[in-house]
């Protein structure tokens, strides 16, 4: 994704890396306020995903249960970024989550 590159380079020229500018990073990171939402959080992750690794997924999964924090988290297997095969069963999920 040519548009992704180009922020994420601007990004890392401006605010440089999480090794060397830790503070901005930490903030820039959803994950670090998590105690902070109110939100009921569905996680879908294709184990393909090539754009985002889908580690960040499992961690975000396990720093949501040290929380207690009630969520969904659900792993398609071979499954890439788009999760294009996977849209109907995603929509229905997040359909059930909405009727309760």
């Known amino acids: 994704n040519p548009v992704a590159f180009s922020i994420r380079k601007s990004v890392l020229k401006q605010h440089g890396t999480p090794l060397n500018n830790p ?25 393909k995903d090539k754009v985002v690794p889908p ?3 499992a961690d975000l ?10 969520h969904d988290y659900f792993v398609y297997t071979a499954a890439g970024h788009g999760l294009l095969a996977q849209r109907s069963q995603i929509y229905a999920r997040s359909l059930q989550v909405l009727q309760k």
Do not use: M
């Open 23 to 47: 503070t901005f990073w930490y903030s820039a990171s959803p994950i670090n306020f998590l105690s902070k939402t109110h939100a009921f959080i569905q996680i879908h992750v294709g184990t």
């Open 61 to 70: 999964n396990l720093a949501l249960n040290q929380l207690s924090l009630p």
């Open 55 to 57: 580690k960040f997924s």
